[in-house]
């Protein structure tokens, strides 16, 4: 019993000497994610992440936070999933929307990308089709700048999330 108290009084002290102010950590986290740990711990980087992961699994904060939104796991956190990543995770899916110019990978796409109009979106990169797959042997790399960069550069779709 002692041991355990004197792990929880290193950690403290640790996380008292280490955190960064509570206003610099608002609506951020570091490595280990959204979740209770997140709020306590914030963003600051080092061991204090691994004591934010922990808090996190040890009370499954991340998995309620992530199911409902709270626990600073807001709709920002799949934003900064990125645009990339979605696509690059969800190529095949995508390849098939994109040839049809509608579906539910595009439509996830738009949301994830923060574009004003689905339709448009799907409009545009069905419109792009050859020039985004050029040929199979295309990385999913290259698919994801290809894909970033036409969304970018049209205005009119107002894409404000593509990471």
């Known amino acids: 019993m002692r041991k ?27 490595d ?9 711990f914030g963003s600051t980087p080092g061991i204090v992440q691994v004591l934010a992961a922990t808090t996190n699994g040890f009370l499954f904060s991340q998995t309620f936070g992530i199911t409902f939104g709270t626990s600073n796991c807001g709709s920002n956190v799949v934003s900064q999933v990125g645009a990339r990543n979605f696509i690059q995770t969800n190529r095949q899916a995508l390849a098939k929307d994109i040839a049809k110019g509608d579906g539910e990978t595009l439509a996830n796409l738009s949301s994830l990308a923060g574009c004003s109009d689905p339709a448009a979106v799907g409009q545009r990169l069905q419109a792009n089709y050859a020039t985004i797959f050029p040929t199979a042997q295309t990385s999913d790399v290259e698919v994801s700048d290809r894909i970033v960069d036409l969304l970018g550069q049209d205005a009119t779709l107002a894409c404000d999330n593509l990471i």
């Not at 280990?32 to 306590?40: D, E, H, R, V």
């Open 4 to 30: 355990i108290a004197a792990t929880a009084a290193l950690a403290l002290a640790l996380v008292t000497l280490t955190a960064a102010p509570a206003s610099a950590q608002r609506g951020s986290y570091g």
């Open 32 to 40: 280990a994610g959204c979740g209770l740990g997140s709020m306590i």
